[in-house]
């Protein structure tokens, strides 16, 4: 929606999140896949930060420089009729099921991670994890590279850091 819409209706906003990389995943289902003793084991994958969804979007739209102006919906009616209209589209990228989605997405740290599997997850914040979100930038702002010396955003500083 930020990339293609002139503003950016924010869904649940306090809604708490764990972002993780889709390599980190893979890496893991592929130790998992080496680990006898893994079948039938429930594994829970989370990022290092837990930020809420007003957090990574002020944060996204810094970095990708959108300068979008973020509208917070928290009308249940508008939501609903919302994600109704965008589910019917031909391939739709949000349904009303994920629209709705109110829930806190994190690990509760009661079954094993990455810990357990050895591995440690990138970090939003990291190189490789700004690099791979600004190659969704807008051509014509491409170019316009964050220098390393560049502050974050604080809304992902200010994020908790996951218990691992």
């Given at each position: 929606m930020m990339k293609f819409w002139p503003v950016y209706l924010l869904l649940h906003p306090n809604t708490e999140i764990q972002p993780v990389w889709v390599n980190d995943v893979a890496k893991a289902i592929i130790n998992i896949l080496k680990i006898r003793e893994s079948e039938g084991q429930i594994y829970e994958l989370g990022g290092p930060h837990i930020v809420?969804?007003?957090?990574?979007?002020?944060?996204?739209?810094?970095?990708?420089?959108?300068?979008?102006?973020i509208i917070e919906v928290t009308d249940e009616n508008i939501i609903w009729h919302l994600g109704y209209w965008l589910g019917q589209h031909r391939n739709p990228r949000f349904t009303l099921d994920s629209v709705k989605q109110s829930e806190n997405i994190i690990c509760s740290n009661q079954k094993p991670g990455f810990t357990e599997l050895n591995l440690a997850p990138i970090s939003l914040t990291s190189p490789t994890g700004r690099g791979t979100i600004l190659y969704l930038r807008k051509p014509n702002r491409m170019l316009d590279i964050m220098s390393d010396n560049e502050k974050e955003p604080e809304s992902i500083e200010g994020g908790r850091t996951a218990l691992y």
């Amino acid at each position: 929606m930020m990339k293609f819409w002139p503003v950016y209706l924010l869904l649940h906003p306090n809604t708490e999140i764990q972002p993780v990389w889709v390599n980190d995943v893979a890496k893991a289902i592929i130790n998992i896949l080496k680990i006898r003793e893994s079948e039938g084991q429930i594994y829970e994958l989370g990022g290092p930060h837990i930020v809420t969804n007003r957090q990574l979007i002020d944060w996204l739209n810094v970095l990708l420089k959108y300068d979008k102006r973020i509208i917070e919906v928290t009308d249940e009616n508008i939501i609903w009729h919302l994600g109704y209209w965008l589910g019917q589209h031909r391939n739709p990228r949000f349904t009303l099921d994920s629209v709705k989605q109110s829930e806190n997405i994190i690990c509760s740290n009661q079954k094993p991670g990455f810990t357990e599997l050895n591995l440690a997850p990138i970090s939003l914040t990291s190189p490789t994890g700004r690099g791979t979100i600004l190659y969704l930038r807008k051509p014509n702002r491409m170019l316009d590279i964050m220098s390393d010396n560049e502050k974050e955003p604080e809304s992902i500083e200010g994020g908790r850091t996951a218990l691992y």
